[in-house]
């Protein structure tokens, strides 16, 4: 051997002990981290304007990357924004992914369906998702003692370490791969979400025993770890996750996903708990924030992100990796326990001016943070008020790794790559965007430009029951606000511009109709 060819062993083997990306991998493909946090308000952040809750990490990837103002998640509940996200395609289309999942709920998403994992898989990608899943698992009623399949396994990740549904929903358990975490076959599980199944106590039933946090509303069935949940469990003992570690177990393990050896880009969709209901920290955050136990929680993820970043640092992945924070719909106090939410006085605004929260059309129900980071890439400091949505993700995703998307795949999701590299554009990346509430077909309004139609309850033909719920008011006579100059949507012009109203209807009824959006 020459000494040229053992310095170039030398330096082979130096690039893999310290994790480089290694010769071969393909550099012009960036890393993918898609931060998806829960019910985390547009008011939220430090860097959003928030004072009484710190959020140093996630205030740097503002400072080191672009803030969007005018970001939303693409339903105001959770399922249908994470169905939308993973497929590209407005959730409120078809039934399954439409609404709030329960715990025993089979997949939403059709295995074979485009997704953004399974894109960036065929993209040469390395893909995980680490955190709350809450898009159904299995066909027909999930069983838990078996190999869970069809799972994020069969649409696209590589690996998975999830919470089926919801921290406040049973089963209590985490899901590694096809697998329940710490399965006991002598002990199996069992859930119902209609009726009481075995005899563990209930919230409803004692609540003495309630230790840990009350309910409020709801969230009366079976007590796990001192909490009321909603659905019933028997069973998994050993396998049930303790609510004050759960911010801990997911970063260790996003931490060790990223650490993991490869010869290729990575994508992981780190999807927090975080801060949504039971708020129940680890100890060392609680009481640290200036709004109660919600601050504490969302100083926690804050905490979480920081980890994410230290690790990127740490393994000199940071300049080739896209970084993204967002949330699943908008803040919300009082969920359904009595975690000081729905009394608290700190004068901490969930959602900045907005209108409403979580659940609602108005902005305050799914205009979210939205921070990019790319070094070199996407402009460091810098905010843009492009409209944009996690619906365009899986079109942006594939213009970034040079994918051509299938015509059926993708049905509404725009390339927003433009806007995250702040490229001066010459006309928005997207003119109009459909927002949601939860259910098929749920309750929609419209944006087009700064116009924003919230459809009088008559007009879509919902019932004024479905519109209460949205949160507009219950009004039969359709809403609309000019967003340039009314954030807090004050102020109703629908009389004033009738024809406004016409020409963004029928919009919205061609988007509709027409089964897509994407151009
Ligand atoms: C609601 C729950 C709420 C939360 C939400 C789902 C009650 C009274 N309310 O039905 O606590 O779990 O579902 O939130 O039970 S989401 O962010 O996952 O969409
Ligand atoms: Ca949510």
Redesign the pocket.
């Known amino acids: 051997m020459n000494r040229r060819s053992s310095l170039i062993i030398v330096i082979l083997h130096f690039a893999l002990v310290m994790q480089l990306p290694a010769f071969g991998a393909d550099n012009a493909k960036p890393n993918i981290i898609f931060i998806l946090a829960?019910?985390v308000g547009y008011g939220d952040l430090g860097c959003y304007g928030a004072t009484k809750v710190k959020t140093p990490n996630l205030d740097r990837l503002a400072r080191e990357g672009t803030r969007f103002t005018d970001a939303h998640s693409p339903s105001s509940?959770?399922?249908p924004t994470r169905a939308a996200f993973m497929t590209g395609r407005y959730a409120w289309r078809q039934r399954e992914g439409a609404g709030?999942l329960s715990g025993i709920a089979p997949l939403a998403i059709k295995p074979g369906t485009v997704t953004v994992a399974s894109l960036l898989k065929q993209a040469g990608y390395a893909t995980g998702v680490v955190g709350k899943w809450?898009l159904g698992l299995g066909e027909g009623e999930t069983d838990y003692n078996r190999e869970i399949k069809p799972g994020p396994l069969e649409i696209g990740f590589d690996s998975s370490f999830i919470l089926p549904?919801?921290g406040?929903?049973t089963p209590c358990v985490y899901v590694q791969d096809r697998r329940v975490v710490g399965y006991d076959p002598a002990d199996p599980i069992r859930v119902n979400y209609q009726q009481k199944i075995g005899d563990e106590p209930t919230g409803r039933e004692n609540p003495e025993l309630l230790t840990k946090q009350k309910h409020s509303?709801?969230?009366d069935m079976t007590i796990i770890n001192g909490i009321g949940r909603?659905g019933w469990m028997t069973g998994g003992k050993a396998a049930r996750w303790v609510d004050e570690d759960m911010a801990d177990t997911f970063t260790k393990q996003a931490v060790s996903f990223i650490e993991r050896p490869r010869d290729k880009p990575f994508f992981l969709y780190f999807t927090t708990h975080d801060a949504?209901?039971p708020r129940v920290p680890h100890p060392r955050f609680r009481g640290t924030s200036g709004h109660g136990l919600r601050g504490d929680a969302i100083q926690q993820l804050d905490w979480c992100v920081g980890e994410i970043l230290a690790t990127l640092d740490r393994l000199k992945l940071a300049d080739n990796t896209l970084v993204i924070f967002t949330s699943?719909?908008g803040g919300v106090m009082d969920?359904?326990y009595q975690d000081g939410t729905g009394n608290d006085t700190s004068g901490h605004q969930l959602n900045g001016v907005l209108r409403a929260k979580?659940g609602s059309l108005y902005e305050g129900g799914h205009r979210v943070p939205f921070v990019a980071r790319w070094p070199g890439k996407v402009q460091a400091g810098a905010t843009s008020n492009e409209l944009i949505c996690h619906v365009d993700l899986l079109a942006t995703f594939a213009a970034l790794t040079d994918q051509k998307l299938p015509d059926s795949a993708a049905a509404d999701s725009f390339n927003i790559l433009p806007a995250l590299l702040g490229e001066r554009l010459e006309k928005p990346c997207r003119d109009h965007l459909v927002h949601h509430t939860?259910g098929f077909p749920g309750r929609l309004a419209i944006r087009q430009g700064s116009w924003k139609l919230i459809p009088g309850a008559g007009a879509t033909g919902d019932t004024k029951k479905a519109a209460k719920k949205a949160n507009t008011g219950g009004s039969a006579i359709a809403e609309l606000y000019n967003l340039a100059d009314d954030l807090p949507e004050s102020k109703n012009l629908a009389a004033e511009h009738a024809d406004q109203v016409r020409q963004i209807s029928s919009l919205l009824d061609r988007l509709r109709s027409e089964g897509r959006s994407r151009p």
């Open positions: 829960d019910d509940v959770c399922t709030i809450h549904a919801t406040d929903r509303n709801g969230h909603i949504h209901v699943d719909n969920d359904g979580k939860g």
